[in-house]
């Protein structure tokens, strides 16, 4: 399905950790006067995942997915960021003079950040 993100990594020596980077840059719905929402799907139901996916995907090792997995945003804004909050993980926000110049950087600092989307 071309609305579903896949990565495969090869070639990689054994017993070795691995970085993979992703940068997701979307725009921020806004849900309000002065509120803007952002949503990170973290996985894929089994009922819309492609069945390949299944089969030779993630979806076996999902122990994998937790180990060393982090999670961190970066938002610029056009003015002040007046507060950021998450209502489904644990949060680390930047300092309040950095949201005053519009930049937030924002670290999940959940234990296991994929066990549910981020919102």
């Known amino acids: 399905r071309r609305d579903i993100f896949r990565i495969s990594v090869g ?61 961190e945003m970066n938002a610029t804004m056009a003015g002040p960021v007046t507060s950021v909050t998450s209502s489904s993980h644990s949060i680390d926000v930047t300092s309040a003079s950095d949201l005053e110049r519009g930049f937030s950087n924002v670290v999940v600092n959940d234990e296991d950040p994929l066990v549910r989307d981020l919102t």
């Not at 921020?28 to 819309?48: C, H, K, Q, S, W």
């Open 11 to 71: 070639n990689l020596p054994a017993h070795k950790i691995v970085r993979i980077k992703l940068v997701y840059v979307v725009p921020l719905e806004a849900v309000g006067v002065d509120t803007v929402a952002f949503f990170l799907p973290t996985g894929i139901a089994p009922r819309y995942a492609p069945s390949e996916m299944l089969q030779e995907g993630l979806a076996y090792h999902t122990d994998l997915m937790d180990e060393g997995v982090t999670i």
